[in-house]
């Protein structure tokens, strides 16, 4: 049951991708008539790294991962034609799970999309563009997309299994930033 609000997420975020993720407007307002372009709310990437080729298994390292008390292989995963990976503890006390996308404006697509989460915030992780949702204010998930590059998008979720426990969203920047220091550059 745990994995529905993923799989929903992941769900409106990639048909969001197909519809082409157009900027949302305030309900009953009018267009701003101004002279000056409006505020992308989503920054530029900067010091871009290459997120292509990794597989997603792979983008945190072993001792990333029992820093994190994950002492559970990865589990490739794919959702909706996402790559992806998932890992857990003996104790079943927390979950990692990544996935990416190349190819779309992630962050854009669910930022048109936000009014759909109940917790939303566009932040960073590492220097680089991120979104951080919750599906349930109180709920023990916490999702980071990060932008390593323009349309290359990697999505951190992390969970903890023991209601109240632990705060998620620490743990999952902490691994977003942690994916990002493991990817090179890219090269043009």
């Known amino acids: ?7 929903l997420a992941l769900a409106a975020l990639l048909a969001g991708c ?4 157009a900027q949302p407007t305030r309900a009953g307002a009018a ?18 790294k290459n997120l292509a080729g990794t597989p997603p298994c792979a983008l945190l390292t072993p001792a990333q991962l029992t820093t994190n008390r994950i002492d559970q292989s990865g589990r490739p ?3 909706l034609g996402a790559p992806g990976c998932e ?5 079943h006390t927390r979950e990692i799970r990544i996935y990416v996308d190349i190819g779309y404006d992630v962050l854009r ?4 999309q936000r009014a759909t989460f109940p ?16 599906d349930l204010v109180d709920g023990t998930s916490c999702s980071f997309r990060v932008a390593a590059a323009e349309r290359q998008t990697f999505v951190v979720e992390f969970t903890s299994l023991r209601q109240g426990l632990e705060e998620p969203c620490g743990p999952a920047k902490a691994l977003a930033e942690a994916v990002m220091a493991n990817l090179p550059p890219l090269k043009s």
């Open 77 to 79: 995963k794919d959702v």
């Open 109 to 112: 697509n669910v930022y048109a």
């Open 119 to 134: 917790v939303f915030e566009v932040t960073q992780a590492a220097g680089h563009p991120a979104i951080r949702t919750k």
């Open 87 to 91: 890992w857990d503890d003996k104790a």
């Open 18 to 21: 197909a519809a082409g993720g």
């Open 31 to 48: 267009p701003a008539a101004s002279a000056s372009a409006p505020v992308d709310p989503i920054p530029a990437v900067r010091d871009p």
């Open 1 to 7: 049951m745990r994995r529905v609000p993923v799989v």
